[in-house]
């Protein structure tokens, strides 16, 4: 396994990561993901150690804290090798206090995450998202007393804007305060809007990439085909509406570039895409998922081999888009404001 450092921190992480939003299945949402019991998830665990994949990835809002819960009991004994990273900030709760990023519920939030997990410490914690209603200065200056307190060690955002990352590492710069390290982000072959805004400033400012669904919510399984019905095992079913929307001639062009260098290469169809994700800038890891072991290792399969020059030219050209504006605007002017990739 290759380890990459996360973002401009001196810590080193895998090139892949394992989330564990399958863990629980604590309500319909997650069910539809997967519902890994803690013998099963020890199981995984143990096969991702394996291999050095030692970053696991949950939240406290996973089937509502049940997917922290199997994920503590599945390290037990192994809290040393591994590294977790959690997040807070949505709704876990009915009480008007019960969201968002003030001091509040960060610091009930992380209280409760660690006694789930299991742990005096989460390695990674993130904010799930931007909580405009809190003041920047108020989010950091909580963020930066955990890391001082050792209940954290580095922080990240997740699902922020251009804007919304950019005054907060301003905020955390100002005060000489614990910087935001890591971004996690949406980001596939059929999801390259990371690339317009958040690519150059994490590029900037040393902002490593945590990449979430980089399989484009299930639809880069292989199992997503032209003509033919969705498979009777996928995600898509209930949570298709719920996810990033992708228009079908789009995705099956994709495939079929995906489905030619399959042939080439020998590798299978989300192999390649999750491949093409790692030869990205700034990407430091990126997070698979499985829901038994056969579909973990598969994934594992993905590292260790690079594609050639001329397939990620054929994968960029299949998935290209066009981009909003000012992204088409700026790029007549790339001279002087080159593309991040």
Request: hydrophobic share 40%; with cysteine.
């Amino acid at each position: 396994m290759e380890y990459r450092l996360l973002g401009g921190s001196g810590l080193k992480i895998p090139a892949l990561s394992f989330g564990t939003g399958t863990f629980g299945g604590g309500n319909e949402f997650f069910k539809a993901w997967g519902s890994t019991d803690v013998a099963e998830a020890t199981r995984l665990i143990d096969i991702c150690l394996e291999a050095g994949v030692n970053l696991f990835d949950t939240a406290n809002i996973y089937s509502d804290g049940r997917s922290e819960e199997v994920l503590g009991k599945a390290l037990a004994g192994k809290r040393d090798r591994a590294l977790i990273s959690t997040k807070a900030t949505f709704r876990l709760g009915d009480g008007p206090n019960d969201v968002g990023s003030s001091r509040y519920h960060l610091t009930r939030s992380l209280e409760a995450s660690l006694r789930r997990l299991g742990t005096d410490y989460v390695d990674i914690y993130h904010l799930h998202g931007f909580d405009a209603s809190t003041p920047i200065e108020e989010v950091q200056d909580t963020l930066n007393t955990f890391v001082r307190a050792g209940k954290i060690r580095y922080i990240a955002a997740s699902n922020f804007s251009g804007w919304h990352l950019m005054k907060s590492l301003d905020v955390a710069d100002r005060y000489g305060w614990t910087r935001f390290v890591a971004h996690q982000v949406y980001y596939s072959l059929i999801g390259r809007e990371y690339e317009w805004e958040l690519m150059p400033l994490g590029l900037d400012q040393k902002v490593g990439a945590l990449v979430w669904s980089p399989l484009g919510w299930g639809r880069l399984t292989g199992k997503v085909r032209r003509n033919q019905p969705l498979p009777e095992v996928s995600r898509l079913h209930k949570t298709g509406d719920m996810g990033p929307q992708v228009a079908d001639d789009y995705l099956y062009k994709v495939v079929d570039a995906l489905d030619e260098i399959g042939k080439e290469t020998g590798k299978t169809i989300p192999q390649i895409a999750l491949n093409w994700l790692l030869q990205r800038p700034t990407v430091s890891s990126v997070i698979i998922g499985a829901r038994n072991e056969e579909q973990l290792r598969q994934n594992l399969a993905a590292a260790g081999w690079s594609l050639s020059i001329e397939q990620i030219a054929k994968l960029d050209k299949a998935s290209e888009v066009t981009p909003i504006y000012p992204y088409w605007h700026q790029r007549q002017f790339t001279e002087r404001t080159p593309l991040p990739v």
